[in-house]
């Protein structure tokens, strides 16, 4: 049984799938775990993630299956409510399945993008915990990022204070922090556009240092993205040591470990490393871990996340941010490469909607409504536009990995328009299902929960598209070719110098490679929609990340701290303060 | 059986103590809970507040046991230790005893002062939860303050960027904000001395509004106050409601309801109203709940687990911040008045070292040795000192409580030091005990539980020091002579002129007289010891709180920021990356 999504808002389906949700001691007997590697915290328990992975070491891992999309419209395309129907799908047909998914930011949830639980009847659980904090693993994040800063500006203040000998006694070697080439901003996890750019340390010697610094979105961390990629707990230790917070006089780089605020910042995340389960409103478990950006991070739930899921479930789903040139790209030779793990299938997001975009239809604009090309039948846009559906399918077969094209069916959508997008994906050698999760939750996805299954019985010849050792500048190429379709990159002066300097240093050889780009064009460019011809990709700038070991080549401008705007999310959130029930997510 | 509390740090014996920690089940036992009035929330449960009182509305209240002390040295004289040995002592006697006590900030916990779990054997565990964010209360008062910031700033932008049809298209009034006139800053849990004076919004006109702002502690905030006063979630919904954020430019006070964010900050604080279970080393169970400043707030635990706690145990301990001049008034006449409890008796904490202070000793200063005079026997010093002592005993007894003094024992103290403190207290109309819950546990503190047992057996006639229609001013005279040892008051002009503004308008009489002064002198002047004679108590100016609904009279600076020091305690904590366990808290 189905919930009217057409009649109640997301939050008031959650409000009434809640009643179900599993308790502390059903979801250890679905995923069959003992008793002391679940830790209740309210609805959402976590889970003992070095008992776990210790015990079933040996136990062979079970599907996985990672949920990508084309080049999406500004509205996205529905890769979380997906991979959530998927799950229920799954559970339809009677198998074993969980997922994880990332925890979305206050930033958003606050202001007009919303929460990112899924919708209708595909949609996570208890909605309100997970839209607000969960376990708090976001507030780890910003108290551990910002204690660094603490450290770094009240060390600062002292060394403009006192001279050697005073610093001496007080058993502190100077560090000559160049103020003029601070690294690290702090955080909050709300969009706060008015603190993109402050001076601090205003006052008397006593008042910090005076210096210009910046606040980011705490899922924008290098805290978050370290947490995403780390192995374990002494792993994230260990990275944490070696956060570039600044650089000194002489430009070496001053670290968490020079401030001596290393082991502290890991005190404040010792839980953090364990993930949170929630469920969809269908009963099956998922991991939320971690929500880096997909922009400068990884963008996708943690590694930990998917180690445990694929112990405990025979299906494991387990979704890529942005689109797949970015989102399955990063899945493909970073996480997957850092991970160990070899994928079973990719599952490619479409709609119809998104399709007529990238066929010529009119620009896509939040807030306003969809031009009737988007909402009548137009075969003709949307034969054009799955070009864009036929690069991706060919990036993704590159791995090795044959997709399932998922079509997120739309009620404006035609039975034509969905035979056409899937005959062509079937042409271009993948699986296709439409797919009507957000309407029926898994009943509506059982075509899709057949194709992965059916999918994850071939044998998949993973491979990555590059080698480790191929140098920073020809590993850019590569996924600018293979990927993204250019015709090759342009260096900006400053990148290439940087570029060089990075290949040249044996200590860059085990970093990661995270493309910095936009994901609503194929290139750097978003009004590019299809897939572009006949360009070059720019690279302006290569940012590096010490303790998450990430060189970021930047094809595209990021914003750490995006914007409230004049409507937010907020004007409309309330609390009954008789039953402590939030309304007004979304 | 304690533990060597001479060769054992604070965080060690902790963690030999945390084996023992009680279970969820345990603690619903031991308090009478029914299952679905605690929430397990890993080793510190939340209990549900709302559920509980309900329950036992009729169930009469236990014995309520205040803990104060004297005007202490910088170096704190042991009221939360005492606190907890008293739990302890009276744990050993056979009681059904539990207390409440306030979460600790992480400004001191990473900085130079430590921790607020007491020491020795009067320890609270789990400690490391304590001391690192617990349930992460302030973290949801940090995200629901910060949120109204970004509300404001956001306001501010949009309202510069557009004229009033623009506004009026999207449903927005012009509040018409004085930059110049911002009450509120923002904050965080630490103690950032560079971020106490700001510059915001820099850079162009989608980087919010350009004007000074501020950081403050979060522990300071008022999301704070009003939690340790609110009596339920619908009281702390509505005093959110009338938070003054900044004021417009006619005066008027713009408050979160205008800025649509009092619904939204509720939604992320609700579930900070729900107390979190702590336990002694030797199993009592102690609420932590609320941690506000002592200076513009209540700085006591929150009046909701000092209710569920007289309902849950036969006697409930609870401290108050300061010394007994500042923290046992605002307990006496605002928390109790709030609360309509009545208390059964004050534990007023001393020590041979204090009393030495104020008998005439030298300097202590935190990080320096002590000298002679504190660590040899000086019975002239002593008994010089016991005036303070004695003014505090007498403040106490003009609220119709007879106390206990606890001399709270070192291990420099002679027999003949703790004779001579007894024998005065006694004379001055107190109980009086020695206590060693540092070095002993509840065994050290049968003398103290004793003395305490029978000062509830007698009949307490309590009464306010000024009712609540007394106007501020003759409050503040009231306060200053009755408490302090004033002669009067000197009111500053601005002071005064706000002061009659507050006593002319009605909507200011249900407002709590919080009085904002030094606690290490019974004066204004804190190089003032012992009990000063001949001086009036200055007043520069008044705050206002209009959401926690305090009127702050101002006799002495506060900041709401404090600094990091050079050897802050960050530097020596760290985790065990195989156990998660977390060293070097104290």
Chains 1, 2 share one sequence.
Not at 103 to 125: C, D, F
Not at 146 to 151: D, I, T
Not at 481 to 486: L, R, S, W
């Amino acid at each position: 049984m189905a919930w009217d999504a057409t009649q109640l808002k997301d939050w008031q389906i959650a409000e009434l799938a809640e009643g179900n949700i599993p308790t502390t001691e059903q979801y250890q007997e679905m995923m069959g775990l003992q008793k002391d590697e679940i830790i209740p915290y309210g609805k959402t328990p976590k889970i003992d993630f070095l008992k776990v992975i210790n015990r079933l070491k040996d136990k062979p891992d079970g599907k996985y299956i990672e949920v990508t999309a084309i080049t999406p419209t500004p509205l996205g395309e529905g890769k979380s409510t997906t991979s959530i129907g998927l799950m229920e799908g799954l559970g339809k047909r009677g198998v074993n399945v969980g997922g994880a998914l990332r925890q979305p930011s206050g930033g958003p949830t606050m202001n007009v993008k919303g929460t990112a639980a899924g919708g209708g009847n595909a949609l996570l659980i208890p909605m309100t915990e997970f839209s607000l904090g969960l376990t708090g693993d976001i507030n780890d994040i910003m108290n551990a990022h910002n204690l660094a800063m603490v450290a770094l500006n009240a060390r600062m203040q002292h060394e403009a204070n006192y001279d050697d000998a005073e610093l001496g006694r007080r058993n502190l070697r100077r560090l000559d922090i160049n103020p003029k080439n601070v690294e690290m901003g702090w955080v909050l996890d709300f969009a706060a556009q008015g603190l993109r750019n402050i001076i601090m340390g205003l006052g008397g010697k006593q008042d910090g240092f005076m210096m210009h610094s910046k606040f980011g979105i705490a899922v924008g961390s290098e805290l978050m993205a370290i947490l995403a990629v780390a192995k374990d707990l002494a792993d994230m230790r260990e990275r944490f040591k070696h956060i570039v917070v600044a650089y000194d006089k002489a430009g070496k780089p001053v670290t968490a470990q020079d401030l001596e605020v290393d082991g502290a910042m890991t005190a404040w995340m010792r839980n953090t490393i364990n993930p949170t389960l929630c469920s969809t409103v269908e009963g099956q478990p998922c991991f939320v871990h971690a929500g880096p950006f997909a922009n400068i991070a990884i963008g996708q739930s943690s590694i930990i996340a998917d180690r445990i899921g694929l112990k405990c479930f025979d299906y494991h789903v387990t979704e890529s941010g942005f689109a797949a040139d970015i989102g399955f790209e990063k899945f493909w030779n970073v996480k997957c490469r850092l991970s160990g793990l070899k994928p079973s299938v990719s599952v490619l997001v479409a709609t119809v909607r998104a399709l007529k975009m990238h066929g010529g239809g009119p620009a896509v604009v939040p807030g306003r409504p969809l031009p009737d090309e988007y909402t009548k039948e137009n075969l003709e846009l949307l034969e054009k536009g799955c070009a864009n559906m036929i690069h991706l399918i060919n990036v993704i077969k590159k791995s090795g990995i044959k997709p399932v094209i998922c079509i997120n069916a739309f009620y404006t959508d035609t039975k034509e328009e969905h035979d056409l997008v899937k005959r062509i994906a079937e042409q271009a050698g993948a699986r296709a299902a439409v797919s009507q999760h957000w309407l029926k939750g898994g009943d509506g996805a059982l075509e899709l929960a057949d194709a992965v299954i059916d999918a994850c019985k071939e044998e998949v010849n993973f491979n990555y598209l590059y080698p480790l050792e191929m140098p920073l500048r020809q590993r850019v190429e590569t996924i600018a070719k293979e990927v993204y379709g250019a015709d090759g990159v342009d260096w900006a002066p400053l990148a290439e110098e940087k570029a060089k300097k990075f290949e040249a240093d044996p200590s860059y050889a085990d970093y990661s490679t995270m493309m910095v780009k936009t994901h609503l064009s194929l290139s750097h460019e978003p009004t590019w929609k299809g897939v572009p011809k006949g360009w070059r990709l720019p690279i302006r700038d290569v940012l590096v990340y010490g303790g998450a070991k990430f060189l970021c080549p930047m094809a595209g401008a990021i914003s750490l701290m995006p914007g409230t705007g004049s409507d937010p999310a907020y004007r409309r959130i309330d609390v009954d303060v008789n039953t402590g029930r939030v309304s007004g997510l979304f």
